[in-house]
Each structure stands twice: as structure tokens, then as C-alpha cells.
T-cell receptor
Framework: KAGVTQTPRYLIKTRGQQVTLSCSPISGHRSVSWYQQTPGQGLQFLFEYFSETQRNKGNFPGRFSGRQFSNSRSEMNVSTLELGDSALYLC????????????FGPGTRLTVL | AQSVTQPDIHITVSEGASLELRCNYSYGATPYLFWYVQSPGQGLQLLLKYFSGDTLVQGIKGFEAEFKRSQSSFNLRKPSVHWSDAAEYFCAVGTTSGTYKYIFGTGTRLKVLA
């Protein structure tokens, strides 16, 4: 079975721009979670989607949003980019939302200049 | 509040030596427990997990972990470290009541000396 895939792997943007990241979960997995990883803050939970519905949300500003499609693929969007948004964005999938193991993709490295 | 503590930010061991990475959690019940490994610039790879049953769990790459309820700990061990084990290791807790959440520790960076 193919693992979690994320595209693109690397992105460079400038402040004020917006960006969309994509995540394809493992086949059969219906839950997708997003995390931001920075050296200073570690792994921080952004949000989780299950069956196209946001089930859980972390403590991030409204500039961070996401959605999930009927095939379980998910996108996250960051608008009005700030320098502090530079991070590794990780996507994880699991079979169900309420339990179980999350499997992570390789991440998207976003650099904001 | 729920939390995961990895008290060692950095650990250095010699190749062939044994390894133990510590993880303590704060949670009102027995959670699901996980260890992940991350190589630089990469995603997290699952090493092992504990849901219930035998408190000694075997994982991939020769790692094992032991759940100790009385100490709220889930320490990761390996009897003989290889240079390729150099990476960052994260302990995580999955909550078992209320809205399911994954809570990560801050990670332990392992350096292996040849």
C-alpha cells in the first residue's frame, strides 16, 4: 500500500502571499490531520478532517484553513503568509478519527521570505 | 492538562551501546502510546505502539518500549545502537476519552558516535 503523499515537497513564498498544500492519505484511511513543525514550537496540531468534516482544530489563526474531499484527499491553505509560517507541514492519516495510529507523510517544507 | 514530557533534549551514545529514551505522560486514563522517529527533513515513521495488553511492546528496527502505568511512562529501548539510528525521536499519546487527540512530546535528538 502506498504511504501518505504530500505535494509539493518544497515551497518558497513571500510575505502576504497565500499557499495551498496537498495531502493524499493511505488508501482506505478517512481521517487526515495536519501539523506544523518548527524548531522552536515543535509539533503543533492544526486540524483534523474526517469524512469531509473538520472534527478537531488546534490553536491557530483563521489564516490557516483546510478541507477534505470525498476521496479523503485533503488540502490546507495559509493566507497572508507571515515569516513565522516557515515550517515543515506534516500530514497524517488514520483509518478512523476517534482512535488508532496516525501515519505521516514526508512533509512540505514552506519557506516564507 | 494532558501532556507528554521527554526530559532529554539531546542524547549521545556510542555505536553498539544500549539506549533508553524516556517518556512520561500526564493523562487521566491509560492512553494509546506511540513512538515515532524522524530523520532530518523527513516525516515521522512509526516505531511502535501500545493500545492494551502486554506492557512490553516490540517495534521495528530492534526497538522496544515498556509501559509502566504506576510511573506514567513509556520508555523506548534498544540493546545495541547503530549509526543509522541517529535521528529525532518523538513520544506521543492518543487520548482515549472525549475528542481524540494526539499529543506529542518535544522530541529527543539522538547522536551516535562511531
Amino acid at each position: 500500500k502506498a504511504g501518505v503523499t504530500q505535494t509539493p515537497r518544497y515551497l518558497i513564498k513571500t510575505r502576504g502571499q497565500q499557499v495551498t498544500l496537498s495531502c493524499s492519505p493511505i488508501s482506505g484511511h478517512r481521517s487526515v490531520s495536519w501539523y506544523q513543525q518548527t524548531p522552536g514550537q515543535g509539533l503543533q496540531f492544526l486540524f483534523e478532517y474526517f469524512s469531509e468534516t473538520q472534527r478537531n482544530k488546534g490553536n491557530f489563526p483563521g489564516r490557516f484553513s483546510g478541507r477534505q474531499f470525498s476521496n479523503s484527499r485533503s488540502e490546507m491553505n495559509v493566507s497572508t503568509l507571515e515569516l513565522g509560517d516557515s515550517a515543515l507541514y506534516l500530514c497524517a492519516s488514520s483509518v478512523e478519527a476517534s482512535q488508532g495510529t496516525q501515519y505521516f507523510g514526508p512533509g512540505t517544507r514552506l519557506t516564507v521570505l | 492538562a494532558q501532556s507528554v514530557t521527554q526530559p532529554d533534549i539531546h542524547i549521545t551514545v556510542s555505536e553498539g551501546a544500549s539506549l533508553e529514551l524516556r517518556c512520561n505522560y500526564s493523562y487521566g486514563a491509560t492512553p494509546y502510546l506511540f513512538w515515532y522517529v524522524q530523520s532530518p527533513g523527513q516525516g515521522l515513521q512509526l516505531l511502535l505502539k501500545y493500545f492494551s495488553g502486554d506492557t512490553l511492546v516490540q517495534g521495528i528496527k530492534g526497538f522496544e518500549a515498556e509501559f509502566k502505568r504506576s510511573q506514567s511512562s513509556f520508555n523506548l529501548r534498544k540493546p545495541s545502537v547503530h549509526w543509522s539510528d541517529a535521528a529525532e525521536y518523538f513520544c506521543a499519546v492518543g487520548t482515549t476519552s472525549g475528542t481524540y487527540k494526539y499529543i506529542f512530546g518535544t522530541g529527543t535528538r539522538l547522536k551516535v558516535l562511531a
